[in-house]
């Protein structure tokens, strides 16, 4: 039976997950109203990811005994000024991620729960990857600035991003 304390910690990055998976649909159906059907599609990809990760935890909650509680997930956003808001938005939010998780991480050691931090250990290095692909998008949409035709390149490219199967 997992730790109390624990259950609840899990129950709040389950919570964190959904949030982050509702804020990607937003920031999908803004692009889609902007017509840019690569970024709509690749921001569909990150939400079914973030949707995947809380369900990760959810059944590993379930697997250890612990009680599933399921928060308010509050609306998201879905007015940006630019395309690069919104990936700077999306790497504030990881970067808030990622603390959490090295948070929940730092728990399961203090209470000694190693199938706990085994289970974590996936999810810092999946961290360290969506912190580095926001990073690289707003890296090229600095080099892109005003560039139109660069901005529909860099569509086309995110829309070929295919679902990955480790989510
Ligand atoms: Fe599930 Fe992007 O963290």
């Given at each position: 039976?997992?730790?109390?304390?624990?259950a609840d910690?899990?129950?709040?990055?389950?919570?964190?997950?959904?949030?982050?998976?509702?804020?990607?649909?937003?920031?999908?159906?803004?692009?889609?109203?902007?017509?840019?059907?690569?970024f709509a599609?690749?921001?569909?990809?990150?939400?079914?990811?973030?949707?995947?990760h809380a369900?990760?935890?959810?059944?590993?909650?379930?697997?250890?005994?612990?009680?599933?509680?399921?928060?308010?997930?509050?609306?998201?956003?879905?007015?940006?000024?630019?395309?690069?808001?919104?990936?700077?938005?999306?790497?504030?939010?990881?970067?808030?991620?990622?603390?959490?998780?090295?948070?929940?991480?730092?728990?399961?050691?203090?209470?000694?729960?190693?199938?706990?931090?085994?289970?974590?250990?996936?999810?810092?290095?999946?961290?360290?990857?969506?912190?580095?692909?926001?990073?690289?998008?707003?890296?090229?949409?600095?080099?892109?600035?005003?560039?139109?035709?660069?901005?529909?390149?860099?569509?086309?490219?995110?829309?070929?991003?295919?679902?990955?199967?480790?989510?």
């Amino acid at each position: 039976m997992i730790h109390q304390e624990l259950a609840d910690a899990i129950n709040a990055q389950i919570a964190q997950e959904l949030t982050a998976s509702y804020n990607y649909l937003g920031m999908s159906t803004y692009f889609d109203e902007q017509s840019l059907d690569g970024f709509a599609s690749w921001m569909m990809n990150q939400h079914a990811e973030e949707q995947a990760h809380a369900m990760k935890l959810l059944i590993y909650l379930q697997d250890r005994g612990g009680k599933v509680e399921l928060a308010a997930i509050p609306s998201p956003n879905v007015q940006f000024d630019s395309v690069i808001e919104v990936f700077k938005t999306s790497l504030e939010q990881e970067i808030a991620n990622t603390k959490s998780i090295n948070e929940l991480y730092e728990l399961a050691l203090k209470l000694n729960d190693h199938a706990t931090k085994s289970h974590l250990q996936w999810f810092l290095d999946e961290q360290v990857e969506e912190e580095k692909s926001m990073e690289d998008i707003i890296a090229l949409l600095g080099r892109i600035g005003n560039d139109t035709a660069g901005l529909l390149y860099l569509n086309d490219k995110l829309g070929q991003r295919k679902e990955e199967p480790s989510a």
